[in-house]
């Protein structure tokens, strides 16, 4: 596996690849790989002749600097990981490669009102961040394809719109939320939790089911009822809720009466890590 850390050479390695008329994979990630990313690249092998994988813990899109620092950051095994799977590319910028004249002096890339509500609102600036560093690798590795983990829902229909709006040639491939056995969402930040933490993160999934569940027996009646039970529940459990709602699924809009398709949408607090997690709902007529 060739790792690349510097511009230039990587453009000159995906011109050389161009010429060769192979077909582009873009895997973007922040590092700490786990099975979510291993079942990404095999998704990604099914559509693309090389894999491009980057790593890079983006500071833009964090709010909180402490955040920032706690962020696991372990490239050794993340290589190993990436050797194992066959990946011929592997770009590994720093800060000062990606930002040379540092985060406030940036141009940036905003999408309106979709990177603002719920995780935007919770988070503000982390979606400029997204959308910046995601349209440098697009620019500088130029895939045919890229590919992206459900699990965050809304920086997906971002990232799409991203795609549709700036005219990328681009297609974005996303994957199913990867799960322990115990329903917990495959996640880097899920290393930080305590072992008591760990025991009753699997419960935001369990509760969020049961949502799912309800709303569907209801056909779709006294959702804002099942909200507030689902609310209670995860709050006797230990959590602390910032987001725990349901939306259309393709605009993230407030939903009325002629929304079939819905997504719960759950961002909440265990302790001092943040966990996020969905579910698409389908109503019938």
Same mark, same amino acid.
């Given at each position: 596996?060739?790792? &690349?850390?510097?511009?230039? =050479? %990587?453009? *000159?390695?995906?011109?050389? /690849? ?6 582009? #994979? ?101 979606? &400029?961040?997204?959308?910046? =560093? %995601?349209? *440098?690798?697009?620019?500088? /590795? ?6 992206? #983990? ?109 929304? *079939? ?25």
């Amino acid at each position: 596996m060739e790792v &690349i850390k510097n511009i230039n =050479i %990587l453009e *000159k390695k995906i011109k050389k /690849i161009k010429k060769t008329k192979k077909i582009i #994979g873009l895997i973007p990630t922040m590092g700490n790989l786990h099975k979510g990313h291993i079942k990404l690249i095999s998704l990604a092998k099914k559509y693309v002749d090389i894999v491009v994988v980057s790593i890079f813990v983006n500071p833009m899109q964090f709010d909180d600097l402490l955040d920032l620092k706690k962020y696991p950051q372990t490239f050794n095994q993340d290589y190993d990981i990436l050797n194992r799977e066959k990946i011929k590319i592997l770009f590994y910028p720093d800060n000062h490669i990606m930002y040379p004249n540092g985060l406030k002096n940036h141009t940036y890339i905003d999408i309106p009102k979709l990177s603002k509500i719920i995780e935007g609102k919770s988070r503000p600036g982390h979606f &400029i961040g997204v959308t910046t =560093i %995601l349209c *440098k690798l697009f620019n500088l /590795i130029q895939p045919n394809f890229s590919f992206f #983990g459900e699990k965050d829902y809304q920086q997906l229909l971002v990232v799409k719109k991203l795609v549709q709006e700036l005219n990328y040639p681009i297609k974005i491939i996303s994957l199913p939320t990867v799960r322990l056995h115990n329903g917990l969402a495959y996640s880097s930040r899920n290393n930080n939790l305590n072992s008591s933490e760990k025991e009753i993160a699997p419960y935001l999934y369990r509760i969020i089911k049961k949502t799912h569940n309800t709303i569907i027996k209801n056909k779709g009646k006294n959702i804002q009822k099942t909200i507030n039970k689902s609310k209670k529940y995860l709050i006797e459990k230990g959590f602390n809720i910032d987001v725990f709602n349901i939306y259309d699924s393709n605009t993230l809009d407030p939903i009325t009466q002629k929304n *079939k398709k819905l997504i719960i949408l759950a961002s909440v607090w265990l302790g001092k890590i943040r966990l996020i997690d969905n579910k698409k709902i389908t109503l019938k007529d």
